[in-house]
Nanobody, 124 residues
């Protein structure tokens, strides 16, 4: 079992930045692919970014490319999402997720563990 806890969400003005953290416990995080997803009110959960176990490989949704950066510190069992140039369209609950095997990274159904989420609100 892997337990994931997100933090770092909050309210920010459009154009601002936030850094989300996802702390893992239970098993060695270095064996897992990690992803960030978000869900806006009344909408489906969407893929945001993913990172390979080593941290070398990353993948991003087109809507966040060039603005968001996913990274990880396996020694601290923590994954980060640096979000810059935030817009109201980025508002939602952000979830951290872990999967043991690679595959279709944008498919939330293929992730094995999920955090409880953290709210991000970018106001215009």
């Amino acid at each position: 079992q892997v337990q994931l806890v997100e933090s770092g969400g909050g309210l920010v003005q459009a154009g601002g930045s936030l850094r989300l953290s996802c702390a893992a416990s239970g098993r060695t995080l270095s064996s897992y692919w990690m992803g960030w997803f978000r869900q806006a009110p009344g909408k489906e959960r969407d893929f945001v970014a993913a990172i390979s176990p080593s941290g070398i490989g990353t993948s991003y949704a087109d809507s966040v490319k060039g603005r968001f950066t996913i990274s990880r510190d396996n020694a601290k069992s923590t994954v980060y999402l640096q979000m810059n140039s935030l817009t109201p369209g980025d508002t939602g609950v952000y979830y951290c997720a872990a999967r043991y095997a690679g595959g279709t990274l944008y498919k939330g159904s293929e992730y094995d563990y999920w955090g409880q989420g953290t709210q991000v609100t970018a106001s215009s």
